[in-house]
């Protein structure tokens, strides 16, 4: 069973042509995106009892992920995206984060889990980032834990905090996903690789055993003991970028999965992964992540379409 924790949350969309509205939220969008890579997962987080909610939990289903906690009485959370002409996405967050019902059900929840993912809002933000931290400290004696900060500026203003809280989680971390934006924003006038491979040392002598960074149309880097690794970016004509990232997130871990490098008994494993395999295990996210910008919104691919490229 692989585990995701985070916000869950209904993405507003305006574009040139019209508005719509849809599940999201990053770490959802994970969960989704490794449950049509055909693994069984469970998501963590709160949704409202309300219609929102009931379309969260019905679009999580659909893709056969477990939903892991009931409704409580607050409102599902919002995220109005703004795309402009070239399908880039800004968003503005009418958030409440936290995990009422997690406290007494955590150990059950967590044991069956060979890999645990988190990251974006629910890392850094208020009262739930305490609870996400809990859960990775619980489940690392027995899981691989991956993390994409996923930095939100608009919400997280104060860089020095987040910067904090990231790299508390990279060090508990076996994967560490960012996107260049992140580490620029969170590491101002500094390489965003050279940020990465510094992430690599932090909590040695484990720490993570690889760091990848995002860098848009120039393609995905990553950085492991073994050396570095990059990948090409498909050229595709691009709907939009929203959930991009995520589903390179969910195809990267379905590639540690099924090279069966999950679990924390595996953790030496993982940390002798070449830079050669690395690079294959690249080249599969990076296409991932081409079908979901080459259609609109966050609409992970499944593994047929990664071969496809998306073609029916």
Not at 102 to 124: F, K, W, Y
Not at 177 to 206: H, I, N, Q, T
Request: proline share 7%; glycine share 10%.
């Amino acid at each position: 069973m692989l585990t995701v924790i985070g916000e869950g949350l209904i993405d507003v969309v305006r574009r040139p042509s019209g508005t719509e509205s849809h599940p999201g939220g990053s770490p959802l969008n994970v969960a989704v995106g490794l449950a049509r890579l055909d693994h069984s997962v469970q998501f963590i987080g709160r949704y409202g009892d309300d219609a929102n909610g009931r379309m969260l939990t019905d679009h999580l289903r659909a893709a056969n992920v477990l939903v892991a906690l009931p409704a409580d009485e607050s409102p599902t959370s919002v995220a109005l995206a703004e795309l402009d002409h070239h399908g880039a996405a800004s968003y503005h967050f009418e958030l409440d984060w936290h995990l009422p019902s997690l406290r007494d059900r955590l150990e059950g929840l967590l044991g069956p889990t060979t890999l645990l993912h988190t990251g974006s809002i629910a890392a850094v933000l208020e009262p739930g980032a305490d609870q996400v931290l809990r859960a990775v400290e619980r489940a690392r004696p027995r899981a691989t834990i991956s993390f994409d900060p996923n930095c939100r500026p608009t919400i997280t203003t104060d860089a020095d905090v987040v910067r904090g809280r990231v790299e508390r989680l990279v060090a508990l971390a076996d994967v560490v996903k960012a996107s260049d934006e992140d580490l620029a924003w969170l590491y101002p006038g500094a390489d965003p690789l050279d940020s990465a491979r510094r992430w690599l040392g932090l909590g040695a002598p484990e720490g993570p055993a690889l760091v990848v960074v995002t860098r848009g149309a120039e393609g995905p880097w990553a950085v492991c003991r073994d050396g570095e690794a990059s990948a090409q970016a498909p050229r595709v004509r691009v709907a939009d970028t929203v959930g991009a990232g995520d589903s390179f997130m969910a195809a990267l871990l379905s590639a540690i999965v099924d090279r069966e490098l999950d679990g924390a008994q595996r953790r030496p494993e993982l940390r002798r992964l070449d830079a050669a395999e690395l690079g294959r295990m690249l080249d599969f996210a990076a296409r991932a992540a081409a079908v979901t910008v080459s259609r609109p919104g966050a609409n992970p691919p499944s593994r047929a379409e990664i071969r496809t490229g998306g073609a029916s």
